[in-house]
């Protein structure tokens, strides 16, 4: 069911992208745009742009649901497992001792015992 939806998504994006570029823009763009010719319906221009337009809002509408759809189908697949689940590794153990704590001294750079390096000055000096 999920791959169906997922084809049918896949096919509405196609066809959203295909009719969002025949439209006429302001600047002509790829649109099919009509020469002269008088006749009405969907011939003229702006028959074909009020077809296009309602198309292209019944295929974005479309597209939003199949989107909603595979969320929820996703999310009902997900519910309680894990990533690490479905790859096969092993969750890291938790312990229930804390990791040990350096003391502060030990976080300290070396300071230089002869008087001719540089070291670093000590607080209390």
């Known amino acids: 069911m999920e ?3 997922l084809i ?3 096919i509405l994006a196609l066809s959203l992208i295909g009719v969002v570029l025949l439209q006429r823009s302001e600047g002509g763009g790829l649109g099919l745009g ?3 010719g008088g006749g009405g319906g969907l ?3 702006r028959g074909a742009a009020t077809a296009l337009g309602k198309l ?3 295929l974005a509408i479309a597209f939003i649901c199949t989107s909603i759809t595979l969320t929820i189908i996703a999310a009902q697949n ?3 497992s894990s990533v690490l689940d479905r790859i096969g590794a092993d969750a890291p153990a938790s312990s229930s001792a804390a990791p040990e704590i350096p003391a ?3 976080l300290l750079p070396p300071i ?3 008087d001719g390096g540089l070291g670093l000055p000590r607080a209390d000096e």
Do not use: K, M, R
Request: hydrophobic share 35%; proline share 0%; net charge negative.
């Open 3 to 5: 791959n169906v939806i």
């Open 8 to 10: 049918v998504h896949l």
């Open 34 to 36: 009509g020469g002269g």
């Open 43 to 45: 011939v003229s221009s």
């Open 56 to 58: 292209t809002w019944g």
């Open 78 to 80: 997900a519910a309680g």
């Open 104 to 106: 502060g001294e030990s």
């Open 112 to 114: 230089s015992s002869d």
